[in-house]
């Protein structure tokens, strides 16, 4: 019992003090970004972030090796840069670019 009241109250002070709309709001970012990255380029993209105390630590932008292969770091640095910027209204601490392969 103890449990479910400390969930209940746990729950009303998160939707209280914004947290969960903040949440919301950076799934809804993410979403923007990859399809940013999608419409402009045609690559398809996973976005992630970390965030500490609602400070916005980092972004990983995960990009897919067949469709970038061609392109040098420094534009893909750029690329990334600009839709960081574009969607997320404060600046990470690092932005991080991942090139995945299939095995």
Known sequence: MN?????????FLL?????????????????LAQAEIKEKYGWE???GFKMNNGVLTQV???LN???VRNETV???ETIAKEVVSKV???????IYIQIASAP
């Open 3 to 11: 449990k479910v009241i400390i969930m209940m109250v746990s729950i």
């Open 15 to 31: 939707n209280g003090c914004g947290a969960v709309d903040d949440m919301k709001g950076m799934f809804e970012k993410q979403e």
């Open 45 to 47: 993209s996973q976005l």
């Open 60 to 62: 990983t932008v995960i």
């Open 65 to 67: 090796a067949d469709q």
């Open 74 to 76: 420094k534009n893909l």
């Open 88 to 94: 997320f209204k404060s600046k990470p601490r690092a």
